[in-house]
């Protein structure tokens, strides 16, 4: 089994949610996150005062999928969360050594 985590914009959450339907992923986490990442933020005008924005508002999704649905997966999030601009992105994909249901006490691929 393998977690994928993807930081994306965040009004490119539904088209991620249903490109990730459509491959027949069941179950997202989604977390509302802020980061930056190689440009440190940007800096923006507020009632005449310059001001540096230093964490930006992302999301982050996170799905436990078999090894098998890996590159789908990834090709699923890549496809409908670019835009072509900066800041669109990460996708990191970390190996789970254990599932565990907690209400039915299943494990593994079983309990995802």
Do not use: C, W
Not at 42 to 47: A, D, F
Not at 58 to 71: A, G, R, T, W, Y
């Amino acid at each position: 089994m393998q977690k994928v985590e993807a930081v994306i914009k965040p009004f490119k959450l539904d088209e991620v949610k249903e490109a990730l339907d459509g491959i027949g992923i069941q179950g997202i986490t989604v977390s509302e996150v802020k980061g930056f990442g190689r440009q440190k933020g940007h800096t923006e005008l507020y009632r005449g005062a310059e001001y540096v924005v230093d964490f930006l508002p992302k999301i982050k999704i996170e799905v436990v999928v078999p090894d098998n649905l890996v590159d789908k997966v990834t090709a699923a999030i890549q496809g409908s969360a670019n835009t072509g601009r900066i800041g669109d992105g990460k996708i990191f994909i970390l190996p789970v050594l254990e599932a565990v249901r907690i209400r039915t006490g299943e494990r593994g691929e079983d309990a995802i």
